[in-house]
């Protein structure tokens, strides 16, 4: 599965820039899918663009500091904002709160992938929603970490150098 | 490039409440890390001090619990900081006569020829500006 790194505009934030990947044949990044699967439900959207929000505060605050992330074996994931229901909200069965995984490169840096709500408690082997997004989101941090190890890309300040069209697989 | 300016008007149109409640999130999360590396304690040094088990503290730092009062009450107390600052209403309505500061989370009325607003301090690890009020609210605090 080849993919490329793909920019974020509106996340460009002065502590992070926050980037997403592509797979070749899918027409959306990763981030996007999400989101725009997120779309189709108010609920879901609304808490996306909490997550979303929480992105913001991060960039705009302290930069990605490890704090805010939580290790997904491989990858990582944003500390979702909630996780029980509010008052207003009607209870969903089995409600563990929308995952968004991505991979923490540094406090300057972070490359966000998909997630889902998860609907068990426990070891997300147990989720099947959002264990797909896990897998790939591992997948993706694996291939990454290599390509920064062999400098196929890097880091300078806040931006992700990376050879033109380069795919990485 | 992908355009995400549809998800910067989501945010954007978040109701009030959903954005105090994210910033919220973020603060006390980043106001309780941040003083535990201040003191050069660990989350099991602060579950030994709480009387509780580090897997639950994890879990109130990591996002996936929604915190009490009560338990935000004990963090204040076990780290000595203050997590929910006190703040004050300005209204606009209202002749200011009176100026409050908060010093260590207790406010003190100042001296109403003094214009304080431009100071700020640090409170739970975050800058604050001192906030105005009326002088009839700040005599509660007399």
């Known amino acids: ?169 | 490039m992908e355009d995400f300016n549809d998800l910067y008007d989501d945010i954007d149109n978040l109701p009030l409440d959903s954005k105090r409640y994210v910033s919220n999130s973020f603060v006390i999360i980043s106001t309780i890390t941040k003083r535990l590396s201040h003191l050069g304690m660990s989350q099991k040094d602060l579950a030994d001090k709480m009387g509780k088990t580090e897997p639950e503290v994890s879990k109130w730092l990591s996002g996936l619990h929604n915190l009490t009062l009560r338990t935000i009450s004990k963090l204040e107390a076990a780290l000595n900081i203050t997590i929910i600052s006190p703040s004050v209403n300005i209204v606009e309505e209202v002749k200011i006569e009176n100026q409050v500061q908060y010093f260590g989370g207790h406010p003190v009325v100042a001296d109403p020829s003094e214009d304080y607003s431009s100071m700020v301090g640090l409170m739970a690890g975050k800058e604050i500006k001192f906030e105005k009020v009326s002088s009839e609210y700040a005599e509660e605090y007399v």
């Open chain 1, 1 to 169: 599965m080849s993919f490329r790194i793909t920019d974020i505009n509106t996340l460009k934030l002065p502590k992070t820039h926050f980037y997403s990947v592509k797979v070749e044949e899918n027409e959306f990044s990763e981030f996007r899918e999400y989101y725009n699967r997120c779309k189709l439900n108010d609920r879901k959207r609304r808490e996306f663009a909490e997550i979303a929000s929480f992105l913001t505060l991060i960039g705009s605050t302290d930069g990605a500091l490890p704090d805010y992330f939580k290790n997904e074996d491989s990858a990582d994931r944003i500390l979702a904002p909630h996780y029980v229901e509010n008052e207003d909200d009607e209870p969903l069965p089995d409600n563990y709160g929308l995952r968004l995984y991505c991979y923490r490169e540094s406090n300057e840096v972070v490359v966000l992938f998909g997630g889902d709500r998860k609907t068990v408690p426990g070891a997300v082997i147990n989720c099947p929603n959002c264990y797909p997004h896990f897998q790939k989101a591992n997948y993706f941090s694996e291939i990454l970490d290599l390509a920064f190890e062999e400098i196929t890309i890097w880091v300078e300040e806040h931006f992700i150098i990376r050879p033109e069209g380069i795919e990485l697989n």
